[in-house]
């Protein structure tokens, strides 16, 4: 590839910003994991197939010789409370050297949001190596240019992770794999949860992490499920990033001004995380529910100590297997045995669970990553 031509798409890049304007745009871009499958009925036996693949306890090995190692470029936002991006690529590794599978992989952590240059620069340096598969995200429209220049411009694979709702302009060109758990769902499920506990009257505030497709797609659909099947009323939103020191001095300026919240929804760990320091400070600890979001390690932590109601908890290492799965079928050249999309599996788990069926669910959800913790 021209590295002309991959300097000018990011020199082009810097020229956008990430805006809720883009959030807005893009929602009406994509199509949800449900429609998607009704749309394009092929995928729903394609993905029921796989999904028993990836449940297999062990990789089933390449049917091809390998002449030289996979080349993987990854870059996340791993640096973060929750543990998601660190085991995502311990399972990943680990499921490929279980296949026999010979590779060599370079990876990024950086912020969230607000690394987006230092993402840009890491892809650049990756795409003039010419990688078999690029794994990224995809939460801001600096985000979405850079994608679609590699998926032009390149023979590399776009794995896109953390996002399970194809973009409708991209049919014809999509990536190799969405691959993630579906937000939309995990927040029906927390929904529902609240609702289950707090009744239907009252109020509540939701903190955002920040501006982009994870914030929209778990806090609007919690709003749009809360609203819709209930007279609770939302008293306050924020923007505070996926940061818990600031997530905490938020919760402390609102708490002095509304303690009648039955509730504050969390967008993310490092949120759910801050707003618990904040309770705990104004010795407010079980009077206001807080959830967690993806049930890492850090939050199944606070639930075991009763400071965290309850979170969404992601079988986790699936995704991680089910992008190694992928490679593998690509490898032994079954490619059109792979689905467009990956969902995984998701549970509400409780303070009020035991010890023991926690364990049995970390057991699942940890399964090659465990030893990481």
């Known amino acids: ?73 990854v870059i996340y936002p791993g640096n973060q409370a929750s543990d998601y991006w660190r085991k995502s690529i311990a399972s990943l590794e680990k499921r490929l050297k279980e296949a026999h599978i010979n590779y060599k992989i370079s990876s990024l952590f950086t912020e969230s949001a607000t690394e987006i240059r230092k993402q840009e620069r890491f892809i650049q340096k990756s795409l003039q190596r010419n990688p078999d598969y690029l794994i990224f995200t995809l939460d801001a429209l ?22 399970t709702t194809p973009l409708k302009d991209w049919d014809g060109f999509q990536p190799f794999l969405y691959v993630g758990f579906d937000h939309q769902l995990g927040s029906q499920k927390l929904a529902q949860e609240f609702l289950s506990r707090v009744g239907k009257e009252g109020h509540y505030a939701v903190f955002y992490g920040p501006r982009g497709y994870v914030s929209r797609m778990r806090g609007n659909s919690f709003i749009n499920i809360i609203s819709k099947q209930s007279q609770l009323k939302l008293a306050a939103s924020f923007y505070v990033g996926f940061n818990r020191q600031k997530s905490k001095e938020t919760a402390l300026i609102l708490l002095q001004e509304r303690q009648d919240l039955k509730f504050i929804y969390a967008c993310s760990t490092d949120i759910a ?80 669970f035991t010890a023991g069926r926690i364990e049995n669910l970390k057991n699942r959800a940890f399964r090659y990553s465990k030893e990481t913790e």
């Open 142 to 163: 600096r985000h979405k240019k850079i994608v679609e220049f590699i998926l032009g411009n390149s023979q590399t694979k776009v794995i896109l992770q953390n996002i």
């Open 1 to 73: 590839m021209s590295t002309k031509w991959i300097s000018a798409v990011f020199f082009i890049s810097l020229c956008f910003t990430s805006s809720a304007s883009f959030a807005e745009s893009f929602l009406e871009q994509i199509w949800t994991y449900d429609k998607f499958i009704a749309a394009f009925p092929d995928q729903a036996d394609k993905a029921e197939a796989f999904h028993k693949i990836v449940r297999h306890k062990t990789a089933i090995p390449s049917s091809e010789f390998q002449e030289k190692a996979l080349t993987i470029s």
């Open 273 to 352: 995380l801050g707003i618990i320091d904040a309770l705990e400070e104004l010795g407010l600890k079980g009077k206001i529910l807080v959830n967690g979001w993806g049930g890492g390690s850090a939050e199944l932590e606070a639930i075991a100590k009763g400071d965290m109601d309850f979170t969404i908890m992601r079988m986790n290492d699936d995704n991680g297997v089910a992008m190694a799965d992928a490679m593998i079928l690509d490898q032994s050249g079954q490619a059109d045995t792979i689905p467009q999309i990956f969902s995984g599996e998701m549970v509400v788990v409780t303070k009020d």
